[in-house]
């Protein structure tokens, strides 16, 4: 059991130690680091709750039998209530925040918050698949733990983006719309693979190269908020 634990976190640890890393200016205290995380598990209880409430109520259904309903399982049965409940836990840990004083910040606390979620998710999947929980395990450490991180990039980046003021009102919903649209593509993809094994390689080849594209987005993201952040550039907030 402690072993299914430990890889279940892993994955979740190493990434929050990465962007840490990038945190190259002025790093935040590892006690909001871990306050972050805590509030990442803590939105997926909510998550859990919004979801079953979903399905409870008719909205969603567990198995789609059609694209369409694979899609809108993916977008509103998974994606908005998820990263509602990361929003939500990422404006409650920053909105009196006196650390939260450089662009880059955001990422990395939404990044905590994305983790501590993943790392829960992670933890349920494999001890509800225990018979296979090594190459459960394996699969999600290289999508499933990776695409939350790069969905809490685009968060995190576009919620600097309206506490600093570099973007004007019309473009503020994308600090949830963003992650909702990478989001709910990464599993409607998956789940429409599932609905018609006849062609899920193709549907398979989609997604890989979805998950290239995310990683090339978000890694320009995190390239241009660490260079924000340096003071040689800083433009300061009004």
Not at 2 to 30: H, K
Not at 170 to 197: E, K, Q
């Given at each position: 059991?402690?072993?299914?634990?430990?890889?279940?976190?892993?994955?979740?640890?190493?990434?929050?130690?990465?962007?840490?890393?990038?945190?190259?200016?002025?790093?935040?205290?590892?006690?909001?680091?871990?306050?972050?995380?805590?509030?990442?598990?803590?939105?997926?209880?909510?998550?859990?709750?919004?979801?079953?409430?979903?399905?409870?109520?008719?909205?969603?259904?567990?198995?789609?039998?059609?694209?369409?309903?694979?899609?809108?399982?993916?977008?509103?049965?998974?994606?908005?209530?998820?990263?509602?409940?990361?929003?939500?836990?990422?404006?409650?840990?920053?909105?009196?925040?006196?650390?939260?004083?450089?662009?880059?910040?955001?990422?990395?606390?939404?990044?905590?918050?994305?983790?501590?979620?993943?790392?829960?998710?992670?933890?349920?999947?494999?001890?509800?698949?225990?018979?296979?929980?090594?190459?459960?395990?394996?699969?999600?450490?290289?999508?499933?733990?990776?695409?939350?991180?790069?969905?809490?990039v685009a968060m995190g980046y576009f919620y600097s983006k309206i506490h600093f003021r570099?973007?004007?009102?019309?473009?503020?919903?994308?600090?949830?719309?963003?992650?909702?649209?990478?989001?709910?593509?990464?599993?409607?993809?998956?789940?429409?693979?599932?609905?018609?094994?006849?062609?899920?390689?193709?549907?398979?080849?989609?997604?890989?190269?979805?998950?290239?594209?995310?990683?090339?987005?978000?890694?320009?993201?995190?390239?241009?908020?660490?260079?924000?952040?340096?003071?040689?550039?800083?433009?300061?907030?009004?």
């Open positions: 059991m402690n072993i299914i634990l430990f890889c279940a976190v892993l994955p979740a640890i190493l990434l929050v130690f990465y962007i840490y890393l990038r945190d190259n200016y002025q790093r935040e205290p590892l006690s909001q680091i871990l306050k972050g995380v805590l509030f990442g598990v803590f939105s997926a209880g909510i998550a859990m709750v919004l979801e079953s409430s979903l399905q409870w109520l008719g909205i969603t259904i567990a198995q789609p039998a059609t694209w369409i309903g694979a899609v809108w399982n993916a977008f509103v049965g998974a994606a908005m209530p998820e990263e509602a409940a990361k929003l939500l836990m990422l404006w409650l840990l920053l909105r009196r925040n006196k650390y939260f004083d450089e662009r880059f910040d955001g990422i990395v606390y939404a990044c905590c918050i994305g983790m501590g979620f993943a790392g829960t998710e992670n933890i349920l999947y494999l001890f509800n698949n225990i018979d296979s929980w090594q190459s459960v395990a394996v699969q999600r450490a290289i999508f499933a733990v990776p695409a939350h991180f790069m969905f809490a570099d973007m004007s009102w019309g473009y503020r919903s994308l600090v949830f719309v963003a992650p909702v649209i990478l989001h709910g593509t990464y599993d409607g993809l998956l789940f429409m693979a599932n609905v018609t094994p006849q062609v899920a390689g193709l549907i398979l080849m989609a997604f890989y190269l979805f998950c290239f594209w995310m990683f090339r987005v978000s890694r320009r993201s995190i390239q241009a908020q660490a260079k924000a952040s340096d003071p040689n550039n800083i433009i300061f907030r009004v």
